[in-house]
């Protein structure tokens, strides 16, 4: 079976209106690989300061050795310098992962008297 994801006549192979979306989920995941990730990544929520989150996919990828898949990689970034320094606009900094990049932590500078 070979379903179009953006064809809104495709049936659950019954014919008529019984459209199946997790048949087509299942479908689609299978053609793309995993049916858990997307390009590596799950969901994971959203984080309050970074916004919608993603994880590193452990049903197809190993975890990272350092922070055991804990570390967060924020939807809406484009680089780590750039998260850092929307973070410092807010007053706050994030600790990155060093051998995944994934930020496993944000916390308020540290105040020096």
Avoid: K, R, S, W
Avoid at 24 to 53: D, K, M, R, S
């Amino acid at each position: 079976m070979n379903i179009d994801p953006f064809n809104t006549n495709n049936t659950n192979g019954g014919g008529g209106d019984n459209f199946d979306a997790d048949e087509l989920a299942n479908e689609i995941a299978q053609q793309l690989g995993c049916q858990y990730c997307l390009g590596g990544f799950v969901p994971a929520g959203t984080h309050p300061l970074l916004g919608l989150v993603y994880q590193t996919c452990t049903h197809c990828q190993d975890p990272c050795p350092c922070c055991d898949t804990t570390g967060v990689f924020p939807a809406d970034t484009t680089c780590p310098h750039c998260l850092t320094d929307a973070l410092a606009v807010l007053g706050m900094t994030p600790v990155f992962c060093h051998a995944c990049a994934g930020v496993t932590a944000v916390y308020p500078p540290e105040v020096t008297a």
